[in-house]
C-alpha cells in the first residue's frame, strides 16, 4: 500500500541552525501540507501546496519557513534559524484532491529538537 | 476561528470494555469531521468521517455521529481490543485543505 515516507525521523540541532525537513508523498498525489505537535499540544496546520505554490498558510508559517518540491517525489519543510520554540513532531501529508471531503494521508513524523 | 476539543488521556481499559472518546468542535459553517488514529511509530492514519449532521462515520468497529446540534463527534467502539491502542485525533475541515485537529487521546487495552 503506498504511503507517505519523512526523513529522518529525528533531528537534534543547535538553535540558530538551519533544518531542512523531506517527505515523499504518494506519487499520485497533488497536494501536500505540512502539520506540526509541540509535546502535549494540539497538530498544527502550518502550510498547504499545490501546483509549486502555497496555497494557504497558518500565522505560524512566518519568514523562517519555506517549502518546496524540488524534484518529482521530494517535499521538503526548511526552517531557516531554528528557536527552541520550533522542537516538535512535524508531520508531512499528501492528498489526491481537496474539498471537504478530502482524505489527507500521513507521514510517521520528523521529531525536532532544538537545543 | 475553528477548535477541537477531546477528552484529556491517557484512557485504560481492559480487552472487551466499552470504548468512547469525547470530542466537541467550535466552528463557522458546516465542516467536515474525521477521526484519525495514530499507531506506535506510525502516521496519522484516517479511520473514520462524517461530512454532514446525523452521518454516521464506522469503521472497524468504531463509530461516531455527527451531532450538529451538541457540536459533537464523540468516538465509541462496544469490545476493544489490544490492538486498538494507539492515539485517536478528532479534527475538522471546514476549507479546501486545512484540518484543525484536538490534542489526541491516548487509548491503552490490557488483557
Known amino acids: 500500500e503506498p504511503e507517505v515516507t519523512q526523513t529522518p525521523s529525528h533531528q537534534v540541532t543547535q538553535m540558530g541552525q538551519e533544518v531542512i525537513l523531506r517527505c515523499v508523498p504518494i506519487s499520485n498525489h497533488l497536494y501536500f501540507y505540512w502539520y506540526r505537535q509541540i509535546l502535549g499540544q494540539k497538530v498544527e496546520f502550518l502550510v498547504s501546496?499545490?501546483?509549486?505554490?502555497?496555497?494557504?498558510k497558518s500565522e505560524i508559517f512566518d519568514d523562517q519557513f519555506s517549502v518546496e518540491r524540488p524534484d518529482g517525489s521530494n517535499f521538503t519543510l526548511k526552517i531557516r534559524s531554528t528557536k527552541l520554540e520550533d522542537s516538535a513532531m512535524y508531520f508531512c501529508?499528501?492528498?489526491?484532491?481537496?474539498?471537504?471531503?478530502?482524505?489527507?494521508?500521513f507521514g510517521p513524523g520528523t521529531r525536532l529538537t532544538v537545543l | 476561528g475553528n477548535s477541537v476539543t477531546q477528552m484529556e488521556g491517557p484512557v485504560t481499559l481492559s480487552e472487551e470494555a466499552f470504548l468512547t472518546i469525547n470530542c466537541t468542535y467550535t466552528a463557522t459553517g458546516y465542516p467536515s469531521l474525521f477521526w484519525y488514529v495514530q499507531y506506535p511509530g506510525e502516521g496519522l492514519q484516517l479511520l473514520l468521517k462524517a461530512t454532514k449532521a446525523d452521518d454516521k462515520g464506522s469503521n472497524k468497529g468504531f463509530e461516531a455521529t455527527y451531532r450538529k446540534e451538541t457540536t459533537s463527534f464523540h468516538l465509541e467502539k462496544g469490545s476493544v481490543q489490544v490492538s486498538d491502542s494507539a492515539v485517536y485525533f478528532c479534527?475538522?475541515?471546514?476549507?479546501?485543505?486545512?484540518?484543525?485537529f484536538g490534542t489526541g487521546t491516548r487509548l491503552q487495552v490490557t488483557l
Open positions: 501546496f499545490y501546483n509549486n505554490e502555497i496555497s494557504e
Open positions: 479534527a475538522l475541515s471546514d476549507s479546501f485543505s486545512k484540518l484543525t
Open positions: 501529508a499528501s492528498s489526491e484532491r481537496v474539498g471537504f471531503n478530502n482524505e489527507q494521508f
